[in-house]
């Protein structure tokens, strides 16, 4: 690893930067990619773990870093193969060809890039390392994940333990795959509906789902959507799976 000065550890700190180094977890994230030919966004890409296992595949890789330091690393060490881009992820312009994404994405911003990615249209998927907390909310059925999930399938792939990156964070981390869904589940026309729909049961008052149910949808239509989709009216929003939404939203539309 190239020497540092003195304030490149709290500016690393400043910048969420813990990089892989258990290559087997390198090598599983690439997996998640394999099969595809579309180019793929390394988005954060640091020292270039990732970014050299999937140039050693044979991808076209464009590499996004905002950090100084490691951009100048990065187009170094891929002079000629790697196009390298100095740029915040979160204000990067996608482009608008077909690709796909990959990221160790700092703690600090992951709910802000996944709202970014999700708003994107081009990406087919995108494998993302992010605190193991958030991968698992993620992966069920919160909030932002029920707004997206007819246009999207979120999959926890696995656990990382804090042991596999430098400097060692303080809590596990997880991979998670978002893939775009052949079939959408709903037309893009109803986003907006839909999502308002979402957040207005999650943060609707009531005691359990049917409280908070029947005050978007007539009692018979609520009961004959929860014994038709096998849902437990004492449950919570959260205990909902993306299908069952959809016949919610249906329901109260």
Known sequence: MPRRSPSRPSNRRNLSQNFIHDTSVVTQM????AGSSLPILDLGAGAGVVTSELVRRGHQVTAVELDPHWTSVLRRRFAGSVHVVRADMLRFKFPNEPHNVVSNVPYSIT??????????SAWQV???MVQWEVARKRA??????AA???WYDITLVRRVPAGAFRPRPRVDSGVLRVGRRAVALLPDSDRRDYQRFVEAVFTGSGAGLGGIVRRHVPRPTMLRWAREHDVDLRGLPRDLSV???VALYRAAA
């Open 243 to 245: 299908r069952q939404w």
């Open 111 to 120: 709910t802000d890039l996944l709202r970014t990615l999700l708003q994107q």
């Open 148 to 150: 997206w999930w007819p």
């Open 140 to 145: 069920g059925a919160s909030m932002l994940t």
């Open 126 to 128: 995108a494998v993302l």
């Open 30 to 33: 690439c997996d998640l990619l």
